[in-house]
């Protein structure tokens, strides 16, 4: 705490791992003399550095900017960039803390680390983000490299974005190294699917775990919060799969429809217009757009957090659990508080972590790299199906780490013990690093 101070949500992060890793102590004691615990909390190398940059009304702006690169000890830095005013040390860390466990749990060679920004996208013109993203990547670029550190989009960075510093990249070092970003268009080293990832995998995490007990997603009513590319992408495939979708949000409401969410809609208003979900309801009578709202209260079978961090705390885990929630999966990084994770643990309902129920978007990056390095690109139909397979693994490995550590159904404890003993082993081979 001392030498992290005011880090909260980072202090959060750490805590919720540490807290489950009693027993692997006990059976592994080496790790104890290693002190590796005290070395996984330490980021390898962070980076602060200013952004200049020219409004379109002439103005000189200046943003800070972060890159934490936590740990290499199974690959490359791999984490995405976040741009939100909210971004400062404390958030950058705690995100990259989760992705070196995240990245550990899809089994392929990469490392974590996470990026961002306190610049507000809200409002600024196409210009204006060109101008950020170039004027950010002048700085960079120094501490970036396919064999070195990758970042994708995170809040705030899309495609659009990935493109901006992609350009400003390949300008400044004379190189089209494909493999030094992910999350890129089609036609310019992208994978397929990879927009997608994120929430598909969220999805087929929470079908296994209903799988797991006898049940399945065919018919049950959904809630989703958020209205970006993660909770989008879940929505499509929760609705493919048979689920009722009835609500979702943004940071000013929700938007609720009993007939279930028109997609097409959705993703016209957000992605190709760039307007709000508010007017979703302005086109459709019998919808509702309550501002301030909150979606927790929603009734639904299967809630899946797909927006942001302490977004879902412990009064409105009950308010899920007393309407008969079933499961919950985080799209989102750390979107339930403690004292919610709490409410789901004792209630005995399905609970996945973000770091394994969100893990198919850096994973899908990962395939992106891997395409990149043989210059090849796979359809849509196989890179799914890889996904499809990677979020059966990570539950499959979640859930018997679980067991064999005594706390059956526990995926927070299976996911922290199976990555860490991923990273503690990778890091005990390579010497005191
Ligand atoms: P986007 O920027 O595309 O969307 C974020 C969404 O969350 C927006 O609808 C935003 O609403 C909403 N939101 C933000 N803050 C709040 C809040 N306080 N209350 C309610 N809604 C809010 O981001 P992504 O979809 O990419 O990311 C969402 C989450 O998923 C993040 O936690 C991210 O770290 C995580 N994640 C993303 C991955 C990816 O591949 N993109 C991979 C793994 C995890 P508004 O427009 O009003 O701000």
């Keep these: 705490l001392h030498r992290n101070p005011g880090e909260q949500e980072f202090h959060q992060a750490v805590h919720e791992v540490l807290e489950t890793l009693g027993p692997v102590l006990v059976k592994h004691p080496e790790f104890v003399d290693s002190r590796i615990i005290q070395r996984i909390c330490e ?8 952004v200049p940059w020219q409004d379109d009304n002439g103005e000189i702006q200046i943003n800070r900017a972060f890159r934490v690169e936590f740990n290499s ?12 005013p909210s971004v400062y040390l404390g ?10 466990f995240k990245n ?31 004027s950010l990547m002048t700085e960079l670029y120094r501490h970036l490299g396919e064999y070195t550190d990758v970042p994708a989009g995170d809040i705030g960075v899309s495609q659009r974005e990935i493109g901006y510093l992609f350009g400003q990249y390949k300008r400044i070092t004379n190189r089209y190294e494909s493999g030094v970003l992910t999350g890129k268009g089609l036609g310019w080293g992208g994978s397929c699917a990879r927009t997608e990832a994120t929430g598909y995998g969220t999805v087929f995490f929470v079908q296994e775990m209903l799988k797991a007990r006898g049940e399945s997603l065919d018919g049950r009513k959904m809630v989703v919060s958020g209205s970006g590319n993660v909770a989008i992408y879940a929505i499509q495939k929760a609705q493919q799969l ?13 938007l609720v ?23 979703y309801a302005d086109e459709k009578p019998h919808a509702r757009y309550v501002q301030d709202g909150n979606v927790w209260r929603v009734p639904c079978d299967v809630a899946l957090p797909c927006a942001t ?20 999966a985080e799209g989102a990084n750390m979107p339930t508080t403690p004292e919610g994770a709490q409410v789901f643990r004792e209630a005995g309902i399905a ?11 850096v994973a899908t990056s990962a395939l992106e790299m891997q395409q990149n390095a043989s210059r090849d690109s796979w359809s849509f139909e196989h890179t799914e199906n890889r996904l499809e397979q990677i979020m059966a693994n990570i539950h499959r490995d979640c859930f018997e780490t679980a067991e064999a550590f005594g706390s059956p159904g526990n995926y927070v404890v299976g996911a922290n013990i199976a990555a860490f003993l991923r990273v503690a082993r990778a890091m005990e081979a390579q010497g005191l690093i």
């Design 309 to 328: 961090q302490n977004e879902l705390n412990g009064q409105d885990a009950k308010y899920l659990v007393e309407n008969g929630c079933r499961a919950v």
């Design 351 to 361: 609970y996945g972590p973000g770091k394994a129920a969100n893990a198919g978007g």
């Design 257 to 279: 429809d009993e007939e279930g969410l028109d997609l097409d809609r959705i993703r016209r208003i957000k992605e190709v217009e760039r307007r709000r979900i508010s007017d």
């Design 43 to 50: 980021p390898e190398r962070q980076i602060i550095f200013r």
């Design 91 to 100: 958030i950058i860390k705690f995100l990259g803390f989760e992705q070196i």
């Design 73 to 84: 000890a199974l690959g490359p830095y791999k984490g995405g960039m976040r741009f939100h």
């Design 104 to 134: 550990a749990l899809t089994g392929l060679p990469i490392g974590g680390g996470k990026g961002g920004s306190d610049f507000d996208p809200k409002g600024r013109s196409d210009s204006e983000i060109m101008r950020f993203c170039q």
């Design 242 to 254: 048979g689920a009722h979708v009835v609500a979702c949000s943004d940071s000013s409401g929700i």
